[in-house]
């Protein structure tokens, strides 16, 4: 099983931390270590990660970690409780559908270059959305019949391999995060887990190192 990414690749992040909750053995591969053209060539859709199952390719985090999910059931990375699974995949589908997807480079790039619009304004437009989003994860936990240590249990999964890269991103995109304490708080707990410190950008073999 090949992971095609880069290091700094949220999406990515997401399928690394849950292939090392899963002790899943896989090999990194940056794309900058294919040919040119090849990833195209290999994921139509053109967006980080992929995963390279014997020359199948699967696109999208989301239908990657339910592959993983679905064939390597243990540990899962879901809650047994229907409703609270229901609740983390909610979580988790904010970040993923909603967020993140309108704050990407490639958007934040097409609003300067192709629409002509200013920094400052581009700044509005990912602060908007992010905070909207942030205010409504931290409202989510905050809401929790039960205080887990990990968003949505006592064991990180779901909801928690979502928020970690997100929150990265928010930072390097100048988002204060002060006003989220319990976001904070999950993040710190998942921090020190060598699954999440496995994922992270630095721990990449592409991570630039000058
Ligand atoms: N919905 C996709 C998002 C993937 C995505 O936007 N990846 C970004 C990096 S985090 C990417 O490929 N950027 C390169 C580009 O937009 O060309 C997923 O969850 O896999």
């Keep these: 099983m090949r992971l095609l990414s880069r290091w700094q690749n949220s999406a990515g992040e997401r399928v690394r ?52 999910e679905g064939t390597y059931p243990q540990p899962s990375l879901l809650p047994a409780d229907p409703v609270v699974r229901a609740e983390a995949r909610a979580f988790a589908a904010l970040i993923a559908s909603e967020r993140h997807s309108l704050s990407v480079q490639r958007v934040r790039r097409f609003l300067q ?10 700044a509005t437009w990912v602060n908007h959305w992010l905070v909207l989003g942030l ?14 240590s990990f968003c949505f249990g006592t064991d990180p999964g779901w909801a928690d391999l979502h928020l970690v890269p997100q929150l990265s991103a928010a930072r390097r995109l100048g988002i204060d995060l002060s006003a989220y304490a319990l976001l904070l708080l999950t993040e710190e707990r998942c921090n020190e887990l060598e699954a999440f410190q496995l994922a992270r950008p630095e721990a990449q073999a592409d991570f630039p190192r000058s």
């Design 113 to 122: 270059s192709d629409m002509g619009v200013d920094d400052e304004k581009v």
């Design 135 to 148: 205010e409504a994860l931290e409202e989510t936990l905050r809401r929790r019949p039960i205080q887990w």
């Design 17 to 68: 931390i849950a292939l090392h909750l899963k002790a899943i053995s896989f090999i990194y591969v940056p794309v900058s270590a294919l040919e040119p053209g090849e990833y195209a060539r290999l994921n139509p859709q053109g967006l980080l990660p992929a995963l390279d199952i014997d020359g199948r390719i699967i696109a999208q985090s989301s239908a990657i970690l339910d592959y993983l």
